[in-house]
C-alpha cells in the first residue's frame, strides 16, 4: 500500500523554525534527472532552468509543486536551481560548485555513478536540512548491480534521515517503464513508511514533448500525483 503529507503536516512544515515554506531558507530539495532541471539545448528545447520539456520554467513539475504547496501554507517557497553552465561530472573529479541550490540535476552524480555513491557529492544540501525532500531518478542509470543502487539510495536516504528527518517522495520511473529499479525504490521506501513515499507514475505521464520528455500536460500529471500523495500521508 503507498503510504500517502496531511493538511496539518504540511502546515506545520511551514512554521519558521521547521518549515518547508520557510523562505529564508532551503526547506524544499528536489533531486532529480533533465525532468526536474536541465539547461537550454537549442536542438530539443530552448527553455532551460527549469524541467525538460515545460514550455516555461512555471510549468514544470518542481514549480507547480512548489505553487501548490505556498498555496496551502501561505508562504512561498525558495526555489534556487543550479546554474545551467555546470560542468558535466565524472567519477574522480572535484566536487561541483552547487552552492545553495535546492533544485539539482543528479544524473552525473548519482544515476550514472550511483556504485560509488557518497552523500558529500550533495553534502551543503544535505546539511542545509530540507523537510521535503523529491528524489526522480533512474531513467539515466546504467546498466550494473542493482543491490549497489539499493546500497547507495539507502545511503541517500540515511544522510538524509540523520540531518532533518524529512519526509521523502520517491517517483517511479516515469519515462517508460523499469519493474527493477521501482522494485528496490518500494523496498527503501518501506524501511521508514512513516516518512518515505514512493509515487507510482508508471505510464501515467505523457512523454511527447522535446527528446521524449514530458512537456506542460505531463509536468502537471507529475505535480498533480506527489501533490496528492503529500496530502495523504498523516
Given at each position: 500500500?503507498?503510504?500517502?503529507?496531511?493538511?496539518?503536516?504540511?502546515?506545520?512544515?511551514?512554521?519558521?523554525?521547521?518549515?518547508?515554506?520557510?523562505?529564508?531558507?532551503?526547506?524544499?530539495?528536489?533531486?532529480?534527472?533533465?525532468?526536474?532541471?536541465?539547461?537550454?539545448?537549442?536542438?530539443?528545447?530552448?527553455?532551460?532552468?527549469?524541467?525538460?520539456?515545460?514550455?516555461?520554467?512555471?510549468?514544470?513539475?518542481?514549480?507547480?509543486?512548489?505553487?501548490?504547496?505556498?498555496?496551502?501554507?501561505g508562504t512561498p517557497l525558495r526555489i534556487a536551481p543550479t546554474p545551467s553552465d555546470l560542468p558535466?561530472?565524472?567519477?574522480?573529479?572535484?566536487?561541483?560548485?552547487?552552492?545553495?541550490?535546492?533544485?539539482?540535476?543528479?544524473?552525473?552524480?548519482?544515476?550514472?555513478?550511483?556504485?560509488?555513491?557518497?552523500?558529500?557529492?550533495?553534502?551543503?544540501?544535505?546539511?542545509?536540512?530540507?523537510?521535503?525532500?523529491?528524489?526522480?531518478?533512474?531513467?539515466?542509470?546504467?546498466?550494473?548491480?542493482?543491490?549497489?543502487?539499493?546500497?547507495?539510495?539507502?545511503?541517500?536516504?540515511?544522510?538524509?534521515?540523520?540531518?532533518?528527518?524529512?519526509?521523502?517522495?520517491?517517483?517511479?520511473?516515469?519515462?517508460?517503464?523499469?519493474?527493477?529499479?521501482?522494485?528496490?525504490?518500494?523496498?527503501?521506501?518501506?524501511?521508514?513508511?512513516?516518512?518515505?513515499?514512493?509515487?507510482?507514475?508508471?505510464?501515467?505521464?505523457?512523454?511527447?514533448?522535446?527528446?521524449?520528455?514530458?512537456?506542460?500536460?505531463?509536468?502537471k500529471t507529475i505535480a498533480d500525483t506527489i501533490?496528492?500523495?503529500?496530502?495523504?500521508?498523516?
Amino acid at each position: 500500500m503507498m503510504a500517502t503529507i496531511g493538511a496539518s503536516a504540511l502546515v506545520h512544515a511551514g512554521d519558521v523554525s521547521t518549515g518547508a515554506t520557510n523562505s529564508a531558507g532551503r526547506k524544499i530539495l528536489f533531486l532529480g534527472n533533465s525532468i526536474t532541471l536541465h539547461g537550454p539545448y537549442v536542438a530539443w528545447s530552448r527553455v532551460g532552468g527549469c524541467g525538460m520539456a515545460a514550455s516555461a520554467p512555471e510549468k514544470d513539475y518542481v514549480h507547480l509543486l512548489a505553487s501548490a504547496i505556498a498555496t496551502h501554507t501561505g508562504t512561498p517557497l525558495r526555489i534556487a536551481p543550479t546554474p545551467s553552465d555546470l560542468p558535466r561530472w565524472y567519477y574522480g573529479n572535484p566536487p561541483l560548485a552547487l552552492g545553495d541550490a535546492n533544485v539539482l540535476n543528479i544524473a552525473d552524480l548519482f544515476e550514472r555513478n550511483y556504485a560509488t555513491w557518497e552523500n558529500s557529492r550533495i553534502q551543503r544540501q544535505i546539511d542545509g536540512k530540507p523537510d521535503i525532500v523529491v528524489l526522480q531518478f533512474g531513467e539515466n542509470m546504467v546498466p550494473g548491480d542493482m543491490e549497489k543502487f539499493k546500497v547507495a539510495l539507502e545511503t541517500l536516504m540515511t544522510g538524509l534521515k540523520k540531518s532533518s528527518n524529512p519526509r521523502i517522495f520517491v517517483t517511479s520511473f516515469i519515462l517508460g517503464s523499469n519493474p527493477a529499479i521501482d522494485k528496490i525504490k518500494r523496498q527503501v521506501c518501506d524501511e521508514d513508511p512513516g516518512r518515505r513515499v514512493f509515487v507510482d507514475l508508471t505510464a501515467r505521464v505523457d512523454a511527447s514533448g522535446a527528446a521524449g520528455h514530458p512537456g506542460d500536460a505531463g509536468m502537471k500529471t507529475i505535480a498533480d500525483t506527489i501533490w496528492k500523495a503529500m496530502q495523504e500521508l498523516k
